[in-house]
T-cell receptor, first 116, second 113 residues
């Protein structure tokens, strides 16, 4: 069974440029998460989807970040314009359903973003 | 808010036993998770506790005390491949954060030969 797929794996851009990350979750997983992980820190949730609905986006900096999950499968996270402080690893995860039980989250390999 | 605390670094030798502690303060509680993350890789699930007590899974065990807001991950018969960051994560109960995981900053474990 394929795991969570993310692309690109690495991205280097100059500040003020736009950038987009793509995620394909595990087949059949209704819940999709985007996390940001800064160096030496744990992942922090940016947004959580149940199917195509964003049910928890309180941590998403909406002035520059946007996300979508059309058709409730793949998802795209965009930053426009990027700032130096956005340099981090952006992780996508998926699970069957987000609220109870073990409901293990499976993480993708992440996209390492460097903003110069 | 959520507050999760775990040591930044630990070291141990091959074959030894190591215990990684995690304390937490959360508004409501609906489970505690441990994840392993090797450098440059994705976190992978290790264990889940929602009731008090010890959960054992091979060389790894995890303990939870809800009244103390405390958990530990116990790694036995350490191997070099166990060198990684170990992340403690708490899932609160209810409200707008239903389903969200709050992660600690991770404990970097180095296993020496």
């Amino acid at each position: 069974e394929a795991g969570v797929v993310q692309s690109p794996r690495y991205k280097i851009i100059e500040k003020k440029q736009p950038v987009a990350f793509w995620c394909n979750p595990i087949s059949g997983h209704n819940t999709l998460y985007w996390y940001r992980q800064n160096l030496g820190q744990g992942p922090e949730l940016l947004i959580r989807y149940e199917n195509e609905e964003a049910v928890d986006d309180s941590q998403l900096p909406k002035d520059r970040f946007s996300a979508e999950r059309l058709k409730g499968v793949d998802s795209t996270l965009k930053i426009q314009p990027a700032e130096l402080g956005d340099s981090a690893v952006y992780l996508c995860a998926s699970s069957l359903k987000g609220t109870s039980g073990i409901n293990e989250q499976f993480f993708g390999p992440g996209t390492r973003l460097t903003v110069l | 808010g959520q507050n999760i605390d775990q040591p930044t670094e630990m070291t141990a030798t091959e074959g030894a036993i190591v215990q990684i502690n995690c304390t937490y303060q959360t508004s409501g509680f609906n489970g505690l998770f441990w994840y392993q993350q090797h450098a440059g890789e994705a976190p992978t699930f290790l264990s889940y506790n929602v009731l008090d007590g010890l959960e054992e899974k091979g060389r790894f065990s995890s303990f939870l005390s809800r009244s103390k807001g405390y958990s530990y991950l116990l790694l036995k018969e350490l191997q070099m491949k166990d060198s990684a960051s170990y992340l403690c994560a708490v899932r609160p109960r209810g409200g707008s954060t239903l389903g969200r995981l709050y992660f600690g900053r991770g404990t970097q474990l180095t296993v020496w030969p």
